[in-house]
T-cell receptor, first 118, second 113 residues
Framework: DTGVSQNPRHKITKRGQNVTFRCDPISEHNRLYWYRQTLGQGPEFLTYFQNEAQLEKSRLLSDRFSAERPKGSFSTLEIQRTEQGDSAMYLC????????????????FGPGTRLTVL | GQNIDQPTEMTATEGAIVQINCTYQTSGFNGLFWYQQHAGEAPTFLSYNVLDGLEEKGRFSSFLSRSKGYSYLLLKELQMKDSASYLCAVRADDSGGYQKVTFGTGTKLQVIP
C-alpha cells in the first residue's frame, strides 16, 4: 500500500499525559499537512511542511502542540499535557507541489488517528 | 481570513440529481477542491477547479465562478453509496505567500430509496 499511513489509529489517554502521532506520507510527496476534525465539522488546519520546513502553524494551535518532519519524510505531531478538548480525529495529508507558479496539488489523506482524552 | 459556507444537510432520492453549493470569501484565491468523506473515514478527492466553468468527471461535476465566490458540486444518478459528507475546500495564498487550504464544515448528504 503506497498511500498515506498514520499510527496509531486510535489512542486513549488520561488528561495531562503526552501523546505522539506519526504520519508517513506518499514517498515522493514534498508537502505534508496536519488537520484536526471533530464530529460534524470539516478538517481544521493545524500546520504544514514543505520538505522538512514547517511553513505555517495555525493560530488555533497552542504551545502544547508541536510537529516535526526531521528528514522531510515522515512527520510526528506531539500534544503535551492533553486536555479533554483535544479529543478529535487527527488527519495527515500529503501532496506533491511542483512547477512554478505552483500548480494543482491534490491532497491525499491518511486514515487518521482518533484521540480520546479521558 | 477565509469564510466558506455550505449547507449542513441535504436529502435526495436514489437516481435523482443533487446540487451542493459552496460560497467563499477569500483573498489570494488559488483553487477550489471538493472532497467526499464517508462517516469514520478520511476525505477522498473528487474535483478541482481554478478557472471559471464546469468540470465533468463521470457522475460528478463541479462548477466555479471566481467573480461570485461560488461553486457547486453536481451529483447525477444518485446511488445509496453517495450518502456521505461533501467538503468544499479553498486554496489561497496566505500572508507569507504560501498556499493554504481551508475546509468548509461539509454538507451531509443522505440518499433515500
Amino acid at each position: 500500500d503506497t498511500g498515506v499511513s498514520q499510527n496509531p489509529r486510535h489512542k486513549i489517554t488520561k488528561r495531562g499525559q503526552n501523546v505522539t502521532f506519526r504520519c508517513d506520507p506518499i514517498s515522493e510527496h514534498n508537502r505534508l499537512y496536519w488537520y484536526r476534525q471533530t464530529l460534524g465539522q470539516g478538517p481544521e488546519f493545524l500546520t504544514y511542511f514543505q520538505n522538512e520546513a514547517q511553513l505555517e502553524k495555525s493560530r488555533l494551535l497552542s504551545d502544547r502542540f508541536s510537529a516535526e518532519r526531521p528528514k522531510g519524510s515522515f512527520s510526528t505531531l506531539e500534544i503535551q499535557r492533553t486536555e479533554q478538548g483535544d479529543s478529535a480525529m487527527y488527519l495527515c495529508a500529503s501532496s506533491l507541489l511542483q512547477g512554478y507558479p505552483p500548480d494543482y496539488n491534490e491532497q491525499f489523506f491518511g486514515p487518521g488517528t482518533r484521540l480520546t482524552v479521558l | 481570513g477565509q469564510n466558506i459556507d455550505q449547507p449542513t444537510e441535504m436529502t435526495a432520492t436514489e437516481g435523482a440529481i443533487v446540487q451542493i453549493n459552496c460560497t467563499y470569501q477569500t483573498s489570494g484565491f488559488n483553487g477550489l477542491f471538493w472532497y467526499q468523506q464517508h462517516a469514520g473515514e478520511a476525505p477522498t478527492f473528487l474535483s478541482y477547479n481554478v478557472l471559471d466553468g464546469l468540470e465533468e468527471k463521470g457522475r460528478f461535476s463541479s462548477f466555479l465562478s471566481r467573480s461570485k465566490g461560488y461553486s457547486y458540486l453536481l451529483l447525477k444518478e444518485l446511488q445509496m453509496k453517495d450518502s456521505a459528507s461533501y467538503l468544499c475546500a479553498v486554496r489561497a495564498d496566505d500572508s507569507g505567500g504560501y498556499q493554504k487550504v481551508t475546509f468548509g464544515t461539509g454538507t451531509k448528504l443522505q440518499v433515500i430509496p
